[in-house]
């Protein structure tokens, strides 16, 4: 039987174990001249991952061809960031051969575990975006929808964090240095993209039609690559494309520059550099030219694709819209809607309004923050001169917007000034994605209300129709069966298996949580979790962990907004009474952190160094008997995230309310049974609702109260430092020299950002000693509900059979349903075609 035969053989209904292990000793062999024997893990890992994908290829090539066949409407889901992961052991899962594979390696002495730990993370992206946009892909390949992940293929990702002498060291994230198993090159859909010069406008002597010719530009060829999106149990594979650069070969030079050295030195750096790196912030614009570059790159190349796809079946291209839709992730993409518009008009030759009516009708936005500082507003010389004819688009999109604005409002010039896409010299992309799409969506329940009462107030007004929420949601298939394996099984023996791709069963186990006996097993299987992560952090961080002591985990990327300063300046609190009061009872307890800061943001990384330095002292204090220990979990990243929320009692979704737009770790931590410890923020808010507030331990301010101090001011933290001795001590400890060996600017700027009105526009802008108190409080109430461990079991199992509504899948059904419009489309398996 040939190979592919027989890898088409093994995945199919029945898994031939005979087949598989042959694949991968014949892999070994002919990618390494080695015997399974003499093979390195990571050789091991290629081998594996090369007899899966031969799998996956041949449901990759049914699939596209029953999307052809069905000629169904697809949707272009262009995000600059897919955080995925690592891969491997999440297509085995949606294969639904994850155990026979394991099986079939421990025969052959390889340990599953081990090689999927060769397998660098695909860490294309910063935090809850990113994840979100890989999420989603899942879901949509499960559910049987055609979609196209858009993006750009890094080759360095997000940045590995090392911690030296507890500060953040940032080290580049060489992911791709040993070849990554699952991508395949599609040089025969390259695609050409043209930055800068200048537009020379001629009339069309034939036709009469305008006509606009870009000279004097830079180029680069954009290659896609495609990586598999396997779908669960389905037999659907669907597509992330991420685009690379090349420099434009000599031959293809504009006539004018052949054998212009210096030109094609020129452009084969920017091919480099275009693709080089992600831009590691989170929740910040950095209005770098690359950055800008980075978007018309990957939106260019992937609207040529789609429109060179959509014409081999279809006439009218005025039609796009019946078979495409394109969503936006964030404003980072944005640059989309006027890219279309010249695709349109330059180049399919459409008018203005022809070209306008396709565009509104294909782009749609999601909103992911209301940061300010994560607006993206470009300077227009900048995009002007990178992007010339774009920039024209823009110019009349804008025009002709100011004159509906007058038209609906008339002598109202501050509508215009609050609405237009051009003010102030700045292009602002979110308007234009409003104006543009024909959907705009928050992300969470409160998030999508705080839009359109306060941020897109006056778009709100003018376009209500626009306007929806999507709550946002998780794949409990990586985050609970892959993650989770025993309480997956656990899951699984009692209410049967249906919850992986219908996470609404979970909400079987509800009566269960009255079976004493089930939640000894529940607890038990935390426990095993427990140990498994005390193990991780023994291994990794030297430090001895007591499994039974109540492990808080917040883990996220590091923000001033999220409040790591927060939790750990309790932290010190703790230990100072703990000190004082050695007599005192105290339930031990394990925080665990886990986060990284953008490399230029100053706050962020001391509060790194903060939260390691007080680890440092309480860990090696012998007098308080191990009941306090802090962990900093170095480099968090998908792979570790699913062994920590596997692990969590207790989730800290503790974000200033009204900032956090949604959040979707506590989601994963709810879905895994750990309460949460939050504010009313985010979807914060809906996992209390779904839960039951005495399943949560809820505190602060609500996010209406912290906009009434924003809007009229009110708050002095002045006069809680002075009022609150235990608060006033802990802020003083920041500059005591007690965490840092008696330096007493090591914290200056956490110090300052807490009082001090010089240093920021507001001291203690995110109401930090405002919440103390009650968080305080909170995390007093975790204290005692966990002591009574009948009450905390069923508190933690309840969490578990109330996530339902977090999965991914039901956030993605509701796109479908209100913006996407897309049909299901059935992909036989291989075997039955062929056997
Ligand atoms: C929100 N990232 C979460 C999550 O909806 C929410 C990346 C590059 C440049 C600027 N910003 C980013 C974000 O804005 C981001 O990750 N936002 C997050 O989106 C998914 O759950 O609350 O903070």
Redesign the pocket.
Known sequence: MSRKKENKRMFSKRFEKAAFKTAVKENVKTLYRKTIDEATPQQLFQAVSYAVKDVIIDDWIETQKRYDETDAKTVYYMS??FLMGRALGNNLINMTAYKDVKEALEEMNIDLNVIEDEEPDAAL????????AACFLDSLATLNYPAYGCGIRYRYGMFKQKIENGYQVEVPDNWLKEGNPFEIRREEYAKEVRFGGNIRFEKDPVTGKDKFIQENYESVMAVPYDMPVVGYGNHVVNTLRVWDAKPITDFKLDEFDRGNYHKAVEQENLAKLIVDVL?P??????GKELRLKQQYFFISASLQALIAKYKKKHGDIRKLYEKVVIQMN?T?PTVAVPELMRLLIDVEGLSWDEAWEVTSKTCAY?N??I?AE?L?KWPIDLFSKLLPRIYQIVQEIDRRFVIQVRETYPGNEEKVRKMAILMDGQVRMANMAIIAGFSVNG??KL?TEILEKQELKDFYQMMPEKFNNKT?GITQRRFLAHGNPLLADWITSKIGDGWITDLSQISKLKPLVEDEEARREFMEIKYQNKVRLAKYIKEHNGIDVDPRSIFDIQVK?L?EYKRQLLNILHIMYLYNQIKEHPEMSFYPRTFIFGAKAAAGYLRAKETIKLINSVADVVNNDRSINGKLKVVFIEDYRVSNAEILFAAADVSEQI?TASK?????GNMKFMLNGAPTLGTMD??NVEIVQEVGEENAFIFGLSSQEVINYENNGGYNPVDIYFNDWEIKRVVDQLMDGTYSNGDHNMYINLYNSLLNTQCTDRADTYFILKDFRSYADAQKRVEEAYRDQQKWSKMAMLNTACSGKFTSDRTIEEYVRDIWHLEKVEVPSGQDLFD
């Open positions: 600059m960031e992206g910063n935090g809850g975006l990113g994840r979100l831009y912030n989170d929740n910040h614009y950095s964030d980072h999601t992911h923050t940061m994560a993206e992300v969470a998030h946002n990327r923000h974000s956090e737009a949604s959040g979707t985010g979807a």
